[in-house]
């Protein structure tokens, strides 16, 4: 596991990269949650009671930088985080900036 900076607009969130197979696992963690990859299984975050918001097909965090939310946690749903949104929107939303 390597751990990161991973800086979006200004704004610095740790980033952790797990090579694991075919392709990495990379979680940025924000204030109140993360966004990961879709090697992290929604229903077990679920379970528990994580803030958790999902994007697929990233290879590094430049990809993560332009990647749009997959799915997310009932909890992070509830903060406002929707399929579709950016990952700078949803990690400014787990950040209370929103």
């Given at each position: 596991m390597t751990e990161q900076t991973f800086v979006l607009e200004g704004r610095s969130y740790t980033g952790m990269v797990f090579n694991l197979g075919n392709m990495p696992l990379l979680v940025v963690k924000a204030r109140k949650g993360y966004i990961a990859c879709a090697y992290l299984d929604k229903m077990s975050c679920e379970?528990?009671?994580?803030?958790?918001?999902f994007v697929s097909n990233v290879k590094s965090f430049d990809d993560l930088k332009h990647a749009k939310i997959k799915c997310m946690t009932v909890w992070a749903e509830e903060m406002g985080i929707r399929e579709g949104m950016s990952v700078k929107k949803a990690l400014e939303i787990m950040d209370g900036l929103q």
């Open positions: 379970h528990l009671g994580d803030v958790a918001a």
